[in-house]
């Protein structure tokens, strides 16, 4: 049983920063690779694709809506990922999730990467405030 547990989620100033973390387990990254991926969702609208990587090779893939201010990571050890998150918006404000493909999904395509859609397993989600 794959299982993803978010923590990491707070309230922050804009231009502040937050790392997320999911504690995966049921996954082990350090024999597979793993497509991972970060998705937010904001009251009334649509969940949409951050950043995903693939634990293996170590690929990653953004949104271009936040390029160049989040990054995503991994910890074969800890078979944890990671979201580091800086110079926050208010509009970055929304339920952060974690999600994992099954074993043997492509993880190839940036944009399938970023659709929620290819994946299976989500974590409980984890509250991002970002205030003016």
């Known amino acids: 049983q794959v299982q993803l547990v978010e923590s990491g989620g707070g309230s922050v100033q804009a231009g502040g920063s937050l790392r997320l973390s999911c504690a995966v387990s049921?996954?082990?990254?350090?024999?597979?690779?793993?497509?991972m991926g970060w998705f937010r969702q904001a009251p009334g609208k649509e969940r949409e694709g951050v950043a995903s990587t693939v634990t293996g090779p170590g690929w990653t893939y953004y949104a271009d809506s936040v390029k160049g201010r989040f990054t995503i990571s991994h910890d074969n050890a800890k078979n944890t990922v990671y979201l580091q998150m800086n110079s926050l918006e208010p509009e970055d404000t929304a339920t952060y999730y974690c999600?994992?493909?099954?074993?043997?999904?492509?993880?190839?395509?940036?944009?399938?990467?970023?659709?929620?859609?290819?994946?299976?397993?989500w974590g409980q989600g984890t509250q991002v405030t970002v205030s003016s």
């Open positions: 999600a994992a493909k099954l074993i043997g999904a492509s993880c190839s395509d940036a944009y399938l990467n970023l659709n929620s859609r290819g994946y299976y397993y």
């Open positions: 049921g996954y082990t990254f350090r024999f597979n690779s793993h497509c």
